[in-house]
Every structure is written in structure tokens, then in C-alpha cells.
């Protein structure tokens, strides 16, 4: 598959989610707020500032930047999925925030000139796209001299029972997701490993890179409230269900069952969460 066949399949798959995304919107917000107010404090932004939030979804991490550069300063909320702009449009304008502009955007081929903002945020959205290292070429571009970089990406399958007990659940009946190796370019696990971020980064042109650890739970009522969240929001499994009839869905979900079982606190299920946090300048 050429590489604006995977870009065009990135698109479609989350094209298709972006209303339960705006939907879920509060609650996806609060499983990875930590995460979101950890990117925006690393990227410091300034009142005045230029501020692009990349692979934004409905908007929420770039919001809190938004706040913070002000009236004379500026969000650009991105996304390559039209829907998801269209969610982060209409999240702006109930929050009144005048300095907010939501554009369809690769970040693989963004159309802004050199040298043009001062930081740049992304929760969770560069180990899903076919060539991270051509995205983190691009943010190098338009940065301004002394401008900032912070992300996260998804860390060790282990350590993340929030999405690898669902994906998991479908391997064990052998059930491999269409997307290919969950490993590889534009796998939820391809920038796991802290090291390959450092090296993507030092060849496009980042002097200074901090790695960190960053830990958290999502928290379920029971494995009806996690299967039927993450089919609605995980664009890839998404698909992978359609892929498997009503009987053997069932089963699948058996497994998820079995599996969320040694997580249980108490009246719900809080599975952990894992990411690499980057700061990159």
C-alpha cells in the first residue's frame, strides 16, 4: 500500500468515529486530562503566541492553549478527518473562543509557511500516522526559531489495558486487525519505544529532547461500558468488528470479559494507561 493509500485509509477510519468522538467528547477529555494539561504546560504557550494542535479530534487539548495565548494569540486546531474539524468547530464556538481557527490538515504535508508558530501540540495522534518522521519534519519547519514541540504517543501494550484488552480480545480468537502490525508504521504501538521517537527527532533537526513517562487509568463501569466506548470510538477496531459476524462477536467479548476480570477495583474497572510524553525544541 503506497503511502496516500494509508493516509486516505487514516482519514476514513476516523471520519467514520468523529460523531461518537464529539459525542464521548467529556469523557475522553477526562480519561487523558492529565495528559492534555501535562502537553500544554511543556509547550508553554505566551499570551500572543501561535499555537497548532495536530490530529486535535474534537478539540479539547488545544482548547486549554487557547486559553492560555489569549485574544492577540492563536490556536490552529488540525485534523486530516473532516468530521473531527467539524467537532472542534462546533466545541470553539460553545466555548466563545474568538481566537480559534479548525482546518482539515495532513500533518504529514501541513500548508503553512516556514517559520511561522511558536509551539506545537499532538495527544496520541503522530503513532497513528504512515510516516511520523515526515510530520516531525514538517513541525521543525514551521517552527519558529526556539519554538516547542511536546506530544504523546502510546507506550508498552502491557501496560495499557485501556486498548490492548479490547484488540487482544479479537487476536486470541484470531482476529487480526485489517490496519496490519500494530508494530509497524502507523500501528497504535509504533512509537512505544522512547528511543525511536529520540532518533525520529534528532534527524529532523531537533537539537533538545525530553523523554517522560506518563501514567493513568480509564475507568469502566463493566465490559458492556468498555466494548460498546471503545467500537464507537476506535476507528480500527471499528472496522475489525464489521469484519466479524453477530455469533462471533459474542465470543470475542467473552474473552474481553475474562480479561477485564483481574482489573476490577471495587464497582468498575480502571485499565491502565501508558504513554511516552515528548518535548522536543
Known sequence: ????????????????????????????????????????????????????????????????????????????????????????????????????????????????????????????????????????????RILRPGGRLAYAVIGAPDRNAWMGLMVMSFVSRGHAPSAGDPFGPGGPFSLADPARNAELLGAAGFAHVDLHELSGAFEFADVDDHWNFQLAIAGPVADLAASVDADELAEVKKVLGTAMEPHKSGDSYPLSSHLVGVVAS
Open 1 to 140: 500500500m503506497s503511502e496516500h493509500d494509508a493516509t486516505s485509509d487514516v482519514r476514513r477510519s476516523w471520519d467514520a468515529v468523529a460523531g461518537a468522538w464529539e459525542q464521548h467528547r467529556a469523557r475522553l477529555f477526562d480519561g487523558f486530562r492529565h495528559v492534555s494539561e501535562w502537553l500544554v504546560a511543556q509547550a508553554d504557550p505566551q499570551p500572543g503566541e501561535t499555537v497548532v494542535d495536530l490530529a486535535a479530534g474534537p478539540g479539547e487539548t488545544g482548547f486549554l492553549a487557547a486559553e492560555r495565548v489569549g485574544e492577540r494569540g492563536r490556536l490552529l486546531s488540525t485534523d486530516l478527518a473532516p468530521g473531527m474539524v467539524e467537532a472542534a468547530q462546533r466545541g470553539a464556538a460553545a466555548r466563545q473562543l474568538d481566537n480559534v481557527e479548525c482546518r482539515v490538515m495532513d500533518a504529514q504535508a501541513m500548508d503553512l509557511p516556514d517559520d511561522s508558530v511558536d509551539a506545537v501540540i499532538c495527544r496520541l495522534g503522530f503513532m497513528l500516522m504512515p510516516d511520523p518522521g515526515r510530520a516531525m519534519h514538517e513541525v521543525r
